[in-house]
């Protein structure tokens, strides 16, 4: 089965400046690299367009915007100023989508937060639209309740079909979502809901939610998800984001080459 597109994500080598980066995720051979948004901020657009394209790397998608703080007026009209400067720097570099971070708060309940979170996306659409930009809602884990109230690719996709926009989907982050009920029949049935697919590994046992591991180290049937997005047409990016103690402990220089390497073996396995 050929290796389709696929891009190294910054939040992989967090601790790198941003040149060695692109340096490194080119080299490696990755086709595209995953802007950390935060790195981008940091770096400047200007200056990051021309190392990105001096490499000879496209972009993937911007990771993250967000989150958003739920309940909070000024904040979140602040939030919704710093998304949309992050919908024209995804489209001044090319990027298929921004990922979202929507964002909670302890004392809102899983409805009123959805109410909180609707207009805000909704209000981020037009912009979008306009700059081809799709947006991308990413779910996390139940550790990480400061980050999204949307915990499971089943739910975020319920939430994006409400909103039935074209432009607004969801990140399948499969270190999250490996175990969901309905997972297939999802991806065969909502595919063109997917925004991108984020790829590592999970070992059993983990019980922090930052600790990743090197794809086919770890226990999530990969070849097995991989050839469902593959029978369902999915034709979109796959991003490669490792992070936590082992990823640290093997260090960037190593992890980066040896995740490529992995990725493109893991599709001589995966069968339709």
């Known amino acids: 089965m050929a290796v389709p597109r696929f891009s190294v994500s ?7 400046p941003f040149e060695r980066d692109v ?13 950390s948004v935060r790195k981008l901020d940091a770096f400047g657009l200007a200056p990051a367009r021309r190392l990105i394209e001096g ?5 993937s998608c911007l990771t993250a915007t967000g989150p958003f703080p739920l309940g909070d007026d000024a ?10 400067r992050h919908l024209g720097a995804a489209a001044e570099l090319g990027a298929a989508c921004l990922m979202v971070v929507p964002g909670n708060h302890k004392d ?45 690719f089943d739910e975020a996709l319920d939430f ?63 070849p097995r998800i991989c050839a469902a997005l593959a029978a369902a047409d999915y034709g979109g990016w796959y991003d490669i984001e490792l992070l936590g103690p082992e990823i640290e402990r093997e260090g960037y220089a190593a992890v980066v080459p040896r995740a490529v390497g992995r990725f493109r073996s893991l599709w001589r396995h995966a069968r339709p």
């Open 160 to 222: 994006v079909d409400e909103i039935a926009s074209p432009w607004l989907g969801v990140v399948l982050e499969l270190n999250n979502a490996w175990i969901e009920r309905r997972l297939y029949g999802n991806i065969a049935a909502r595919v063109d809901r997917i925004g991108v697919v984020q790829i590592s590994d999970f070992r059993i046992g983990t019980v922090t939610s930052g600790a990743r591991t090197m794809i086919g180290d770890g226990d999530i049937p990969l």
């Open 10 to 16: 910054q939040v992989t080598t967090w601790n790198w």
């Open 108 to 152: 809102l309940s899983w409805e009123e937060a959805e109410a909180r979170t609707r207009p805000l996306l909704e209000a981020l659409l037009p912009a979008a639209a306009a700059a081809k930009v799709r947006l991308a809602v990413e779910p996390t884990s139940q550790l990480r309740m400061d980050l999204a109230f949307l915990h499971s």
């Open 55 to 59: 490499a000879g790397l496209a972009v």
């Open 75 to 84: 904040g979140e009209r602040s939030a919704l100023e710093v998304a949309r």
């Open 23 to 35: 340096e490194a995720i080119a080299a490696a051979g990755a086709p595209a690299i995953a802007v």
